[in-house]
């Protein structure tokens, strides 16, 4: 579990710590890949949360746990009691090292003799890396090896003069090039994650940094901010950081009007050279050295097929999807207002069958079930509705197509019912195409 460090209000210490205060304006970054607003659903540590690895096993497990799509493109993964896990498993290459004996550079390696990275190294270093200011309740997690899928992270609550605000570091491994990796770096989609800002640049080293400016709740229903700044090396060294204008993510009252780093701040954060050293800590997947190719491209491909099939007299005006995943969405309109269909392709599905197809759903004659739903939609805009078709061949391929009657989740109903009916989302999700 997370060894978290109390400080009471008496016991705050006022710091200075060198180089925090720099304000390095020449890095511009763009917003991170964001879970499509699925950290909505999570109570643990969001930094933790951002920095989780994920590929295609454990996806595919979290999905199996979902009744209906819902919208989550793309969801980081948490353990039990927010700890993270990152997407490998297999032996450790060997013990991590301290902070102050582990080399910072892109290419170290672990040493035999060095001790484990430990939590409160992790949050030393947050706190020596953050400007001058008070800090309040820590927690953290070091570089366990009878742990390996559990990754280090730290979180300290940060005051500089203009009210508290938490910040939280994680950091993992990713597959250099892969899909995780360039998830980290990429703009969330806004009709699924509402942002103000979103921008990228590249390091001298190579690095893509990317800075989020958004809110922890997408329907803004409290006006929490959550800024993020995600670092990916070239090495596959990913650096994630996350600051809100409040002492806690979730449940805690807005104690200033912005979190505490600029973007500026957030890039130094995230670039500094002791996260690298705590990666090159964490035992390395010597399995992991090509993305799986059944994750490629999919989304596009997916895309498509759903465009065809759409009845005539509908407008796709937007369109999105993971190609890493089997998700797409368009919005549609057929001149009564904007509508938001999307459609998830899934593999391997019989196992689940019990739990996505109980009373009220049917089976055809070739094995093929059926469920339909009409229920409300899930992210809080105003008189949204959420019509579903979802089924499963006797195989376990299954296909759950969703429609809404709003271009978005997160905004008010633009119509009174989404543009495709129930018996046309059927068509879309029986059809043979999918397939192929």
């Not at 979190?259 to 954060?269: D, E, G, V, W, Y």
């Not at 099939?309 to 190609?323: E, I």
């Not at 409300?376 to 296909?399: A, H, I, N, Q």
Request: contains cysteine.
């Amino acid at each position: 579990m997370p060894v978290e460090r109390q400080y009471n209000d008496s016991d705050i210490d006022s710091t200075s710590n060198g180089g925090g205060n720099s304000h390095d304006d020449g890095f511009e970054v763009r917003l991170s890949a964001a879970l499509h607003d699925a950290g909505d659903t999570f109570d643990a540590d969001r930094g933790a949360l951002v920095a989780g690895g994920t590929v295609r096993g454990r996806r595919l497990r979290l999905r199996r746990r979902t009744t209906v799509l819902g919208g989550a493109a793309g969801v980081a993964l948490a353990g039990v009691g927010g700890a993270l896990l990152v997407p490998w498993g297999g032996s450790p290459s060997g013990r991590p090292q301290s902070p102050s004996s582990v080399s910072t550079t892109p290419h170290a390696t672990s040493s035999p003799t060095a001790r484990a990275v430990t939590s409160d190294d992790m949050i030393g270093m947050l706190e020596k890396l953050l400007p001058e200011g008070k800090f309040g309740k820590a927690e953290g997690r070091g570089v366990d090896v009878s742990e390996p899928l559990v990754a280090p992270y730290a979180q300290v609550v940060f005051d500089d003069g203009h009210g508290p605000g938490a910040v939280s570091v994680a950091v993992n491994r990713v597959l250099p090039g892969g899909s995780d990796a360039r998830q980290a770096v990429r703009c969330p989609d806004k009709v699924y994650t509402p942002y103000d800002s979103c921008r990228t640049s590249h390091l001298p080293d190579a690095s893509v940094v990317t800075v989020v400016k958004g809110y922890e709740y997408p329907d803004r229903r409290v006006d929490t901010k959550l800024w993020t700044a995600n670092l990916v090396t070239p090495d596959g060294h990913h650096v994630s950081v996350s600051e809100w204008n409040a002492a806690a993510e979730k449940d805690a009252p807005v104690s200033r009007d912005e979190p505490p780093l600029s973007a500026a701040q957030l890039t130094k954060l995230a670039a500094a050279a002791e996260w690298r050293g705590v990666v090159e800590a964490i035992p390395e997947d010597p399995r992991q050295t090509q993305e799986p190719p059944e994750t490629q491209g999919n989304g596009t491909s997916i895309r498509q097929t759903l465009a065809s099939l759409l009845p005539k007299g509908l407008k796709v005006v937007a369109h999105g999807s993971d190609d890493d995943e089997q998700f797409t969405y368009v919005v549609v309109d057929d001149g009564k207002g904007r509508s938001l269909v999307q459609i998830n392709v899934q593999p391997d599905m019989s196992d689940v069958a019990d739990q996505l197809f109980g009373a009220g759903s049917e089976t055809l004659a070739d094995g093929t079930r059926v469920a339909e739903h009409k229920a409300p939609g899930e992210k809080g805009g105003s008189g949204v509705v959420m019509w579903t078709v979802d089924t499963l061949r006797s195989d376990g391929f299954r296909v759950v197509v969703s429609a809404f009657n709003s271009g978005s989740q997160q905004t008010a109903a633009t119509r009174t019912a989404p543009a495709l009916t129930m018996k046309q989302l059927r068509a879309v999700a029986l059809s043979p195409k999918w397939r192929s």
